[in-house]
C-alpha cells in the first residue's frame, strides 16, 4: 500500500522474508524525512524502494525481536548510517539470539543493541510527524505498536490483523495478556484508524472491532 501524497504520511510496505512480513517505510510528505520499520530481511527489495520513494531515512524502527522483523535492522542501519529504535526493553533476549533464529529460519540476522530502547509513554518523530508508543506485550515481551492519532494511521506489528490476532503459543508469550493490551492501546482509538500489521493486508479499528472474532468476547 502507499498512501496519497497529499496526505500526512506516506506509507510503502514491502513484504519481506518467507513468511512475508510487511516492512513499511514511512515518510512525513511534508518534508520527505522518513523511517524504515521492521526490515527483516531481503535489504536489496528494500534499499531499492526505499530509493523508489526519495526519502531521507532518518531511523529504522522495531515493534519486536523476531528475526522476520528484526532480522535485517543492523546491516541496514549501518548501510543508511541511521539509529535503530526500539522495542522495548523486555525483547533483549530476542534480539541477542537473531542469529540463532535466522540459522531456524534461514533468515540472516544478527544481534544488537538499538541506539534506543521504547517505552509506553514515548514518541518517536518521523520528519514533522509524531506516533505515540505503547508498550503491548502478549506476542512477544517487548512488543510496542505506534500511533498517529492525528494522521489516523497505526502501525501495529503483530498486535493485531485483519480478522486476527497475533501468535501466543511460545513460551513466553500470553494470550489474556495480549488482548488486555489490544483492548487498552488500540480498541481505544478511533473507528476511522488504519491499522498496519506486521503481516498480512491492512484495516481498520471499527472493521475489527465489528468483525474480528478474538474481539467479540466480552
Given at each position: 500500500?502507499?498512501?496519497?501524497?497529499?496526505?500526512?504520511?506516506?506509507?510503502?510496505?514491502?513484504?519481506?522474508?518467507?513468511f512475508?512480513q510487511n516492512?513499511?517505510i514511512?515518510?512525513?510528505?511534508?518534508?520527505?524525512?522518513?523511517?524504515?520499520v521492521?526490515?527483516?530481511?531481503?535489504?536489496?527489495?528494500?534499499?531499492a524502494?526505499i530509493?523508489?520513494?526519495?526519502a531521507?531515512?532518518?531511523?529504522?524502527v522495531l515493534?519486536?525481536?523476531?528475526?522476520?522483523?528484526?532480522?535485517?535492522?543492523?546491516?541496514?542501519?549501518?548501510?543508511?548510517?541511521?539509529?535503530?529504535?526500539?522495542?522495548?526493553?523486555?525483547?533483549?533476549?530476542?534480539?541477542?539470539?537473531?542469529?540463532n533464529?535466522?540459522?531456524?529460519?534461514?533468515?540472516?540476522?544478527?544481534?544488537?543493541v538499538?541506539?534506543?530502547w521504547?517505552?509506553?509513554?514515548?514518541?518517536?518523530?518521523?520528519?514533522?510527524?509524531?506516533?505515540?508508543?505503547?508498550?503491548v506485550?502478549?506476542?512477544?515481551?517487548?512488543?510496542?505498536?505506534?500511533?498517529?492519532?492525528?494522521?489516523?494511521?497505526?502501525?501495529v506489528?503483530?498486535?493485531?490483523?485483519?480478522?486476527?490476532?497475533?501468535?501466543?503459543d511460545?513460551?513466553?508469550?500470553?494470550?489474556?495478556?495480549?488482548?488486555?493490551?489490544?483492548?487498552?492501546?488500540?480498541?481505544?482509538?478511533d473507528?476511522?484508524?488504519?491499522?498496519?500489521?506486521?503481516?498480512?493486508?491492512?484495516?481498520?479499528?471499527?472493521r475489527?472491532?465489528?468483525?474480528?472474532?478474538?474481539?467479540?468476547?466480552?
Amino acid at each position: 500500500m502507499t498512501t496519497s501524497p497529499a496526505a500526512p504520511l506516506a506509507v510503502t510496505i514491502v513484504p519481506v522474508t518467507l513468511f512475508q512480513q510487511n516492512a513499511s517505510i514511512v515518510v512525513c510528505t511534508a518534508t520527505g524525512r522518513g523511517i524504515v520499520v521492521d526490515p527483516g530481511g531481503d535489504l536489496p527489495r528494500l534499499r531499492a524502494a526505499i530509493d523508489q520513494t526519495g526519502a531521507t531515512i532518518e531511523r529504522i524502527v522495531l515493534t519486536h525481536g523476531h528475526i522476520d522483523h528484526a532480522g535485517g535492522a543492523a546491516e541496514l542501519a549501518e548501510a543508511l548510517g541511521v539509529p535503530i529504535e526500539g522495542p522495548h526493553e523486555a525483547d533483549a533476549f530476542l534480539l541477542a539470539d537473531l542469529e540463532n533464529s535466522g540459522r531456524r529460519y534461514r533468515i540472516p540476522g544478527r544481534p544488537f543493541v538499538p541506539d534506543r530502547w521504547l517505552a509506553d509513554g514515548d514518541e518517536v518523530a518521523v520528519g514533522e510527524r509524531r506516533f505515540a508508543v505503547r508498550h503491548v506485550p502478549g506476542h512477544s515481551p517487548g512488543h510496542v505498536v505506534l500511533i498517529d492519532a492525528a494522521a489516523s494511521f497505526a502501525l501495529v506489528g503483530d498486535t493485531l490483523f485483519a480478522g486476527s490476532v497475533g501468535r501466543t503459543d511460545m513460551d513466553y508469550a500470553d494470550h489474556d495478556t495480549l488482548m488486555r493490551g489490544i483492548r487498552a492501546a488500540l480498541m481505544t482509538l478511533d473507528d476511522g484508524v488504519t491499522i498496519l500489521p506486521g503481516h498480512g493486508p491492512a484495516s481498520t479499528i471499527g472493521r475489527e472491532r465489528a468483525e474480528n472474532p478474538f474481539l467479540q468476547a466480552p
